[in-house]
């Protein structure tokens, strides 16, 4: 069963396709176990689904989307991903149905259909079918791979051919059908597993309560870890990821209860937050001679003051920014070894130097009796965070190997489509099915490429566009407004190319948006660029 998901996973087929074959499958379930006399009802198609696809129904993102890889919402998942598709306006999935409705049932040549929309695509394994639709099927021990196929073919009412149209003849395994251990969900590897899902709760910059968001818990663990573990951490994502609210949750768990990463009782890291920009240098980070009472003198910069305040230092949107410039003076002090960074007169004066403790707290000391600290030493309490977007790389300034290897660095993807679709749906209750659909398809188009890739944030903002947009106008207008409101700046930003393939994809995934209100987004895009 392992080697089947893993199969599957590399099946990565638009929302269309997906449709089209989640609907025969369906169909073809209803139809051998004799559900209905007469046509299908919704209820129907979800326990159907529920089936064929609910592999932990305890599970929030229970449901398997076995032909995109992806696990979903396990609630009325029939209604949303098969009833709503193959009831209304023609779709690739009303193909298959008699008058293109899968209360009428499927039309004789469905599989010749499939085949034809499905032609230029990689196939699902027939054995990797079969495990999936008859997983919970008691094999006798000496049970072989044709034996599951038969089993397949008679489960799905399908000859031979039929299922030679729709599947690959890919193997999965030499070996007999089953192994010696039971299969369990509980035994799936992580990266096959339903998602485990951390709802973060964090201040914002002004100290008001926020939206809760949703992060991979995996992703929380290794920031938490991280931290724990070193002084210098850089969050990487694309842009709505949350990395600086991931940054305020952290520092207010570790304000909360310090002692559980390590740190000492009553530590607050009282962050720092500043957003360098590109008229930044090494005299805001780090500090230089100044005018002072008519002479030149040192002044101290953010890093200086952070340590001297026992605060630790958030840079946000650290790539706006030249910081192998702005922090090459400090590349031997990263690497945790004491450097000199300055001297406190333009002639003569005394060193700056900046070092390291093992000792919990900051310490700013005054060796050199000139009434103000000359020597900073970090505790091992302090921590210098940073926030990176890669995709502005091109475009702002990108880290340097030597500045790069000095941080640890936490990735923070962004959601995966049925991890988004569970916090669309629990952030706006309200909001229509179709409003929704669109919202993940369109979140799912960019998703599938790194260039076009953003994080859930960006999306939920067309969310609370439609949720207070006037009820008597066309949905694709509004959903074609409330992207170009929320996304509009990034898609300006993207090239021609990246932007074209983008299109494409959201052309394909079908009722999310249709080729005259993409034209329309397009016109927009290049007013704002």
């Known amino acids: 069963m392992n080697a089947a998901l893993g199969d599957l996973r590399g099946l990565r087929w638009s929302t269309k396709f997906v449709s089209l074959y989640e609907s025969f499958l369906v169909a073809k379930w209803l139809e051998r176990h004799e559900r209905y006399p007469g046509p299908p009802s919704v209820e129907d198609a979800n326990q159907a689904v529920a089936e064929l696809f609910v592999f932990d129904p305890s599970h929030a993102n229970g449901r398997l989307s076995a032909f995109r890889y992806d696990w979903k919402l396990v609630d009325a998942s029939g209604r949303k991903t098969v009833w709503n598709n193959t009831t209304r306006s023609p779709t690739v999935a009303t193909s298959i149905f008699v008058d293109g409705d899968i209360r009428y049932g499927l039309r004789p040549d469905a599989t010749i259909v499939m ?89 914002s910059a002004t100290g008001e309560s926020e939206d809760d968001i949703i992060v991979n818990s995996r992703t929380a663990r290794m920031l938490r870890t991280a931290v724990m573990n070193f002084a210098s ?27 559980s990463f390590g740190f000492a009782e009553g530590t607050d890291p009282n962050p720092m937050w500043r957003t360098p920009d590109e008229s930044w240098s090494a005299f805001e980070m780090i500090g230089g001679l100044a005018p002072r009472d008519g002479e030149l003198a040192w002044s101290n910069g953010l890093l200086l003051n952070s340590l001297a305040e026992q605060r630790w230092l958030v840079l946000d949107e650290t790539n706006r920014a030249d910081m192998d410039k702005i922090m090459g003076p400090l590349l031997t002090w990263l690497a945790e070894q004491e450097v000199e960074i300055g001297r406190t007169a333009a002639h003569g004066g005394h060193p700056i130097v900046l070092g390291w403790s093992r000792e919990s707290a900051n310490a700013a000391i005054d060796p050199s009796g000139v009434g103000e600290p000359t020597t900073f030493v970090a505790g091992t309490n ?97 959903i074609a407004e409330a992207y170009v409101l ?30 005259a209100q993409w034209d329309w987004v397009e016109e927009q895009r290049e007013i704002l660029g």
């Open 115 to 203: 085949r034809q929309h499905l032609q230029h695509l990689e196939l699902p394994s027939a054995q990797a079918l079969a495990c999936l639709v008859l997983r919970d099927h008691d094999f006798p021990p000496t049970a072989h791979w044709d034996d599951a196929l038969d089993l397949l073919r008679d489960s799905l009412g399908l000859d031979e051919v039929d299922l030679s149209r729709i599947t690959a003849q890919r193997e999965l395994s030499p070996r007999l059908l089953l192994s010696g251990t039971e299969w369990s969900i509980a035994g799936l590897p992580e990266s096959l597993a339903p998602p485990s899902l951390v709802a973060v709760a964090a201040l």
């Open 233 to 259: 951490v850089l969050l990487v994502g694309p842009p709505g990821t949350g990395k600086g609210r991931l940054v305020r949750w952290l520092a207010e768990e570790v304000r909360i209860n310090p002692v």
């Open 382 to 478: 302090w921590r210098l965070l940073g926030t990176y977007n890669p995709q502005d790389a091109q475009r702002v300034f990108r880290f340097g190997q030597a500045l790069s290897r000095r941080f640890t660095t936490v990735p923070v993807p962004a959601l995966s489509p049925g991890e988004f679709e569970s916090l669309l749906v629990s952030r706006f209750p309200g909001l229509g099915d179709d409003a929704k659909a669109s919202i993940i398809g369109l979140y799912s188009a960019h998703h599938v490429s790194a260039e076009t890739v953003l994080g859930p944030a960006v999306f939920l903002r067309m969310g609370s566009y439609l949720r207070n947009a006037d009820p008597t106008q066309s949905t694709e207008e509004l």
């Open 486 to 515: 929320s996304l509009g700046k990034y898609i300006s930003s993207f090239d021609d190319s990246d932007f074209d393939d983008l299109g494409r994809r959201v052309l394909d995934e079908e009722a999310v948006l249709s080729k």
